[in-house]
């Protein structure tokens, strides 16, 4: 037999029976054992209390305490080793929340200072003033929207590259480019008319000439005055934009795409265009908008294109891939607001609203009568008084406008 006892194992309790006895075999000694003067092992006892201080040899290691006994330390970080709770701090919800309305608030106080900052930039001008005689304002909104032949924007390296001319060999200035955008008052599409630049109207103190030349005498004010007279409509806002501003415009947003039923070519207009869908950069669409010689009908044609193009730019603008990404969204908005001529009334948001009733707007130009009438003023276009008259008359009322007054707008060939 060796040291052990035999019943080393029973402490008693196969003898006893009862129940609950004490088992002790959890506190044999481990190397550390003490005998009796008998010669018999004694089995030391250990206290189970959680305060006692004395732990028995052998034993696991001290353990941590629980997180919740009071000065503990906290389970994301112990004996200097982070631990998950740490990072479970900051997904609580409430510090969710707190750190997305921290993120709103920085991007609604970074989109409002843009919008401040770009509504400053805009150039103002006293353009749309009373005078006798002015039309009375009707149903909806009226914009008159102008394009320049103004260079401002353009280096001299650009000026003969897009075969603009040289801005140091032209004196005064001319509106190529006249439309008028109608917003109706209770909804519906919009309604963007062509005013052909060689319409052969009464100009205000000059008398019969071609509107284009109203720009030249009098600058966008008197321009403003000589379409509200010939039309009948009050005009509520003004838009002017030159070749400069365009071409920043179509290249701070990436280009435009176009699809051409056929190739242009000419070299008045510097247009160099290929057949078939292609993405236009700036002085390629400058180039495109201004041709009107790889046309029969001239000037009536290059109407149709300017409005294609822009309805196909202001889509572009105001896609998602371009507002969503402020590196296409703040050049092109800066580009635009730089450039712009505006009345004293309009604001950013004015120009946002234009932006979006011409993505889909119907289109046409003035009822003509003749496109090639000769005038003192040279060839010239005359309107179909009757016709344009109900056009413009239906529009000031807020009534339907006939369908056979609305021609669509067809790429030229």
């Not at 001529?341 to 979006?356: F, H, K, M, P």
């Not at 090639?372 to 010239?380: I, L, R, V």
Request: proline share 7%; net charge neutral; charged share 20%.
């Amino acid at each position: 037999m060796g040291e052990w006892p035999d019943d080393w194992f029973r402490d008693g309790r196969e003898a006893s029976k009862e129940p609950g006895a004490a088992d002790n075999t959890v506190s044999i000694p481990a190397g550390n054992s003490e005998s009796t003067a008998a010669g018999q092992y004694q089995v030391r006892q250990y206290s189970a209390d959680a305060g006692s201080s004395t732990a028995p040899p052998g034993a696991w290691p001290e353990q941590p305490p629980s997180e919740s006994e009071p000065g503990s330390p906290s389970r994301s970080r112990i004996h200097g080793v982070p631990r998950r709770g740490g990072w479970r701090k900051w997904t609580r919800p409430k510090r969710i929340l707190t750190v997305l309305a921290a993120l709103v608030a920085l991007i609604i106080a970074g989109t409002a200072g843009t919008y401040f900052y770009l509504n400053s930039k805009l150039h103002r001008e006293n353009i749309l003033v009373s005078y006798p005689g002015r039309p009375s304002p009707g149903s909806g909104t009226n914009w008159l929207i102008a394009g320049s032949d103004s260079r401002q924007g353009l280096t001299v390296a650009q000026e003969r590259k897009y075969v603009t001319g040289f801005s140091s060999e032209i004196s005064g200035g001319r509106s190529d480019t006249i439309m008028v955008l109608h917003i109706p008052a209770g909804g519906g599409r919009p309604l963007l008319i062509s005013i052909p630049r060689d319409s052969y109207v009464d100009i205000p103190g000059y008398g019969m000439n071609k509107i284009n030349a109203s720009f030249d005498f009098g600058g966008p004010k008197l321009l403003a005055e000589t379409v509200q007279d010939a039309t009948g409509l009050y005009i509520n806002h003004f838009m002017d934009i030159g070749f400069g501003g365009f071409v920043s415009v179509v290249n701070d947003v990436g280009g435009v795409r176009m699809c051409l039923p056929a190739a242009l070519h000419n070299v008045a207009s510097g247009v160099n265009l290929k057949k078939g869908c292609q993405n236009l950069d700036g002085g390629q669409a400058l180039a495109y908008v201004r041709d009107r010689g790889s046309f029969i009908t001239q000037d009536l044609q290059r109407e149709q294109d300017q409005r294609i193009f822009l309805k196909a730019l202001l889509d572009k603008m105001t896609s998602a891939g371009v507002i969503l990404n402020p590196f296409a969204a703040l050049p092109a908005a800066a580009g635009a607001v730089d450039t712009l001529t505006v009345d004293n009334g309009t604001s950013l948001y004015d120009l946002y609203q234009v932006a979006e009733a011409m993505r889909d707007p119907l289109t046409t130009t003035v009822p003509i009568a003749t496109s090639t009438a000769m005038e003192p003023a040279g060839e010239s276009v005359l309107w179909n008084t009757q016709q344009a008259k109900e056009l413009f008359n239906d529009l000031q009322t807020g009534q339907p406008v006939p369908k056979d007054l609305i021609t669509g707008s067809q790429a030229g060939t």
